[in-house]
């Protein structure tokens, strides 16, 4: 297989990825009231463990210190980003949880900056502003108040970007180590779980409350298994093939697939207001990085 070859192949597979992410607002916004969102978390990252450890079982040998060191502190920073966006689906419209979710990619430079010291390039800058007016547009909190729904997905999103720039920093030296690869994504998904057992016991009292419907049924096997093991094997074979540049703008496509879905689903439907805010949104999301393509020739 040519090199082109490949890459459109990794591209078409980083678009599945983004659809079925896309897909998981919608599912989840209709499973939580059968169940709480913490609960949710941990029977969907515990369906995941479990798939993941009978798929690479070669993956359970070989774990070192700094292994699992880096394992648990991505495992927070995932655990915590999937149990804050959960919780605020409860009070935020599937489409607004995730465009909101979708700001993550522009808050990765900053974080970079934190981590790393690199400079911060002026159209990152522009694109923060741009995130803000589209976010005040698209969530209104002048006319109907701030909603906590929108305020834990923003958190979330921050956080996911700290989860996204430690990925990229500590697999760089796993690239021939697959197994420890798949190790890393073993312990995310163990170590989620363990957090939203925390959240069961902070936030819910410690109980467990869950209505077996078809709703929930479907919502923890397509999140568990399509939106957690498939979506994870696939970044994790096929991103290296594509440029990060790109792979971003196609990531940055999930909120469209999730408005899309969840205005044929659940009929959520927008103000003018609304659809100029999510349109500024997605143009600060993606045409920063199609700029430093063209830059940098990707």
Known sequence: MTHG?????AEALMALVTLLWGGTFVIIKLALPHISPSAFVLVRFLLATVIAVAI??????GWDRKLMLRGLALGILFGIGFVLQSIGLQTTSASASAFITGTMVV????????????????????SVGAVTLGLWLFTSPDLSGIRTGDVLTLISAIIWAFYVVYI???????HDAPNKQNALVIMQFLVTALLAVGSIELIDGGRIEIEWTWALILGLVYCGIFA???TTWIQTRFQRFTHPVRAAVIFALEPLFAAIIAWIVLDESWSFRQGAGASLLIA????????????TDV
Not at 110 to 124: A, C, N
Request: glycine share 2%; aromatic share 14%; no cysteine.
């Open 284 to 295: 600060a999301i993606v045409l920063p990085d199609l700029y430093l393509s063209k830059r």
């Open 168 to 174: 990229d920093l500590w697999t760089t030296d796993l």
């Open 5 to 9: 070859m490949t890459r459109h192949r």
């Open 107 to 126: 808050f990765v430079p900053f974080v970079y900056r934190l981590v790393e010291g690199t400079k911060v390039r002026p159209i990152h800058w522009l």
């Open 228 to 230: 957690s093991v498939i």
């Open 56 to 61: 690479w079982p070669a993956a359970l040998r």
